[in-house]
């Protein structure tokens, strides 16, 4: 079994949280919410609002997220939502569990590892929601500019 730290659309209420639900992908049983230990920027970024935690620890804030435990083929599909390794890179990391101090441990989470540092300028936000207060609401990827997309990751991330 493996752990997933989630931050972004995957949380509870958010746009992409069934596809960690989804029976069909695999298994998943939340275990709590949970915060980073160290600091990251979480932003939201290209014309689809999407988030993303920078690999930039000690900038931005201790992120508020939900821990998972998943299997392998849970894992494998949420590779495939989150394009790994094309966008996101999924790395481990301890954090901690809110409730369950006992149950803290290393969990997977997406980070951006390789982006321009433009994208530090940006909003950073401690806890996302797609509906939240900033305006900036997810768009889902069957409603992507694939090109666009292709640009945008060529001009951000330099991998
Ligand atoms: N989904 C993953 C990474 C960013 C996103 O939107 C998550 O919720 O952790």
């Known amino acids: 079994m493996h752990r997933v730290f989630v ?4 949380k509870t209420g958010e746009p992409n949280h069934h596809w960690l639900t989804s ?24 014309k689809y609002n999407i988030p993303f935690l920078l690999y930039s620890p ?5 992120i508020k997220g939900e821990v ?3 299997d392998e083929a849970m894992l494998a ?9 094309n966008y996101y890179i999924r790395d481990l990391y301890t954090v901690n569990l809110d409730s369950n101090q006992d149950a803290n441990g290393e969990c997977w989470i997406y980070f951006l590892k390789t982006f321009d540092e433009e994208l530090l300028n940006k909003a950073k ?5 797609s509906s939240g207060d900033h ?11 694939i090109n666009y997309m292709l640009r945008w990751k060529q001009k951000y991330l330099k991998n």
Do not use: M, Q, W
């Open 7 to 10: 931050y972004g659309t995957l």
């Open 23 to 46: 029976k069909n992908n695999g298994y998943s049983k939340f275990l709590g919410n949970a915060h980073t230990i160290e600091k990251y920027p979480l932003i939201i970024a290209t």
């Open 58 to 62: 000690g900038n931005g804030d201790i």
């Open 68 to 70: 998972y435990e998943v």
């Open 77 to 85: 599909n949420l590779d495939v939502l989150e394009d790994h390794p």
């Open 125 to 129: 936000f401690s806890c996302y929601s």
């Open 135 to 145: 305006g900036l609401p997810y768009i889902d990827r069957s409603n992507r500019d």
